[in-house]
């Protein structure tokens, strides 16, 4: 397997708007960012994935971009961008940009131009259709709630939408947009950026037929994902892509796919496949997902053993083939202490830190989102008005006020549990009003337990999940067994002890996670003479676990 940096990078996602404000207007911006660049450089990352920054009306947090080539005011300026690049480039880390160009704001100018008549240049910029029966073109449903599909009055014709109505899907059948596209990327390469992360990527082409969806169900707050995940002409696009912009630059690339299968992801970033390095996969991150087809409204709670499945089918079918991107939460999933261990006072640091090793020990490049260092938790307001997330807002609207299919109370609980928001709450840098994250008031209001959870006093304790996510960013450059070695599931229907060994040249690691509250023993035959790498108990009690114990042994293989 060839050796290269983005797979032995440690990547941290940044929400802007939520990391740190330098003006008092409670919005992060850039500024804050530079400021906040040492903690990254000491927390021992490689890469700074930024969420969107770029002009846009906010309708979904930036997702929905009117400028590619302007920055938001509320962020900062362009000179604010070249400002960070400069200063993360002088520490060592590189910056990797998130594009989004499955789909535009409606108040971008190739959309504004698009819906003003049928012959205007840019009308197939985007995809217009004419009614069917007085009605939408086909049946498919936003992943935001309610139709796909936008008339538009003053022509007469629908346009599509997989998102919010304020987001356009772009026509990548027009060669005119992907070239628009792609000299997008070569100006921000040209900047000095060093990757890019891509949203959505797998829904660039659509199935010219534009069937009806077969399991919509508007009642209950399905999605048409599926119908438009992986379509015809999505390798052709992303292979002119490569040869167009990516392959010109030596840099670090990932793309958002949702649906895809392990034989889908090896198309897309096989290592002889001419278009991405790595994916964002799904499975296990809708693992939890209601059984009563809500979608992701619910607060079940993960079985263990399909997790164990998911992940190990991902870790063994791509060895060899392609590259494994590692990631528990971003900016759309719920905190991972909440959701995969326990944020409890008992067991929040012990089963943070379980999680950290069960992750970043397996083969792939691991993605930190912003607070998971420190073991950052959901977030439970007391009110949907407390929330900003257009997703939340939409399903309680749907859920509760119009199907009135769950309680208010009912889908609190779910929003607690599944909210976008759970992620986005202002980074915990201190004790202090507001977290240390603005001297104002904040967009979104900050976890009420940032007078415990936090950056300053994670630092002080050398015991802390700070320091721990550290050691393993290390371990990670020390040991090349953690990047390029092989794996291998132990007891796969054991509920309780996720473990499982990697094998690399004449070595062998064995990584033992319980991911319990209870004691349980577990005998792994660990040799006398294996090297403890690391751990989240200070004492070894062999094959006896305690409650989240996390260890991992080098051993030397014998032979």
């Known amino acids: 397997m060839e050796q290269t940096w ?22 992060g911006d850039i500024p804050g960012i530079i400021q906040r660049l040492p903690h990254l450089k000491d927390l021992g990352v490689d890469v700074v994935w ?66 003003k008549s049928k012959d205007n240049p840019y009308r197939d910029y985007y995809i217009w259709k004419d009614p069917v029966n007085g009605k939408e073109p086909n049946n498919w449903a936003s992943d935001f709630g309610g139709k796909a599909w936008e008339y ?4 007469g014709q629908y346009y599509l939408h997989i998102f919010s109505k304020k987001q356009p899907d772009l026509n990548w059948d027009n060669p005119n947009v992907r070239q628009e596209i792609y000299d997008i990327m070569n100006w921000w390469l040209d900047k000095g950026v060093d990757g890019f992360r891509m949203d959505v990527i797998n829904l660039i082409s659509k199935d010219a037929a534009f069937p ?12 048409s994902m599926e119908m438009v995940a992986n379509g015809p002409n999505v390798h052709h ?31 897309y970033t096989g290592f002889n496949s001419d278009e991405l390095q790595m994916v964002f996969q799904f499975e296990h991150a809708v693992i939890d997902d209601s059984k009563e087809g809500l979608g992701k409204w619910s607060n079940e709670r993960f079985d263990l053993v399909e997790l164990k499945r998911i992940l190990s089918k991902w870790q063994v079918e791509l060895h060899n ?23 409890s006072a008992e067991y929040r640091e012990l089963s943070a830190k379980m999680l950290a090793v069960t992750m970043h020990f397996m083969q792939g490049t691991p993605y930190i989102f912003q607070g998971e260092e420190i073991g950052m938790t959901n977030v439970a307001f007391d009110q949907i008005t407390d929330y900003r997330d257009i997703d939340t807002l939409n399903a309680y609207h749907d859920l509760v006020e119009e199907q009135k299919r769950l309680t208010p109370k009912v889908m609190m609980e779910f929003v607690h549990h599944s909210s976008r928001d759970n992620a986005r709450t ?20 900050v976890n009420p337990n940032y007078t415990k959870i936090n950056v300053a006093a994670a630092k002080e304790d050398p015991e802390s999940i700070f320091y721990f996510y550290k050691k393993i960013n290390q371990l990670r450059k020390e040991y090349p067994i953690i990047i390029y070695g092989d794996y291998e599931l132990l007891n796969a229907e054991d509920s309780e002890v996720f473990a499982y060994i990697r094998n690399y040249k004449d070595q062998q690691l064995v990584v033992i ?44 293989k014998e032979g």
């Open 513 to 556: 996670n319980n991911f319990t509250d209870q004691t349980v023993s577990r005998d792994f035959a660990i040799p006398a003479d294996a090297k403890a790498l690391i751990a989240n108990y200070d004492t070894d009690l062999g094959t006896t676990l305690r409650p989240y114990e996390s260890k991992a042994y080098l051993l030397r």
């Open 152 to 155: 538009d009055e003053t022509t």
């Open 321 to 343: 083939k392609a590259w494994n991107s590692l990631y528990w939460n971003n900016h759309d999933r719920p905190r991972v202490v909440s959701r995969f261990g326990d944020d």
């Open 212 to 223: 009806d969806d077969p399991s919509v169900n508007y009642g209950k707050h399905s999605s």
């Open 237 to 267: 696009y992303l292979k002119e892509m490569n040869e167009k912009v990516l392959s010109k630059a030596d840099i670090i690339t990932v793309g958002e796919t949702p649906g895809v299968s392990t034989e889908d992801a090896i198309c």
């Open 426 to 445: 202002p980074m915990q840098w201190e004790n202090t009003n507001q977290a240390g994250f603005t001297t104002g008031e904040s967009w979104l209001g």
């Open 50 to 115: 930024l969420s969107p920054v770029y002009q846009s009306p906010n309708d979904d947090n930036g997702y929905d971009i009117s400028d590619y080539q302007a920055i938001l005011p509320e962020y900062g300026t362009m000179k604010d961008v070249e400002a960070m690049i400069e200063k993360a480039h002088e520490l060592g880390l590189k910056i990797m940009m998130d594009l989004v160009v499955n789909h535009t704001s409606d108040e971008h100018r190739w959309f504004e131009e698009s819906r």
């Open 6 to 27: 983005w797979k032995e990078a440690v990547v941290y996602q940044i929400y802007p708007r939520s990391f740190q404000d330098s003006n008092g207007d409670g919005i």
